[in-house]
Every structure is written in C-alpha cells, then in structure tokens.
Nanobody
Framework: QVQLVESGGGLVQPGGSLRLSCAAS????????VGWYRQAPGKQRELVAV???????NYADSVKGRFTISRDNDKNTVDLQMNSLKPEDTAVYYC?????????WGQGTQVTVSS
C-alpha cells in the first residue's frame, strides 16, 4: 500500500512559478511510474506529465517547455516544477503511482493562477 500526499499548491500570479511535491509513505516509489495529473472545474482529469518506459517524459502539449517532473528516490518524492504559469493551469493537481495493476492517487493540491 502506498500513501501519496501532494503539497506546494497555492495562489500565484500569471507568469509565476510553483513547485509541487508528491511524498510517498508505506512503500518505496522506486518501482512505480509516478506521474502528475490535473482536473479543472467542470473538466475531466488530464495527464500533465508522466515518465515513459524509454526514460523520457510525456508532457501535455499545453505544459511543454514550462513544466518539469523530477524524482528523488532517497526522499521518496516526485516533484513538478511549474514555470510561466497561466490562468488555464488552474486546477487540482494529483500525483499517481502506478505499477502493474496497482494504482494509487493522492488527495490533490489546488493551484490557482490569477491576478
């Protein structure tokens, strides 16, 4: 069993930056593929960034060049650095740990981009 807790969300002005963190407990994340997703009001949850088997990262077109995912296996965390934020990035951001038929979600962290 993996418990995931997201943090780092908040209110930021357009053009600003935030760094989200996904901290895991209960198990090491080393065997899991950990990605970030988001859900805006009235919309379906969508992929933001997820590593691929080949070692690259699949980013949503809307965040390419602005967001970067990274992981620290020693700290058992996966972070999402978000730069040049736009109002359309406003959403609840979730991390997901996936391995085989095991899939775990955190409770989400709110990101609001507004002036």
């Amino acid at each position: 069993q993996v418990q995931l807790v997201e943090s780092g969300g908040g209110l930021v002005q357009p053009g600003g930056s935030l760094r989200l963190s996904c901290a895991a407990s209960g198990s090491s994340l080393i065997i899991y593929t950990v990605g970030w997703y988001r859900q805006a009001p009235g919309k379906q949850r969508e992929l933001v960034a997820v590593p691929t088997i080949g070692g690259n990262t699949n980013y949503a077109d809307s965040v390419k060049g602005r967001f970067t995912i990274s992981r620290d296996n020693d700290k058992n965390t996966v972070d999402l650095q978000m730069n040049s934020l736009k109002p359309e990035d406003t959403a609840v951001y979730y991390c997901n740990a996936n391995w085989g038929n095991r899939s775990y979600w955190g409770q989400g962290t709110q990101v609001t981009v507004s002036s």
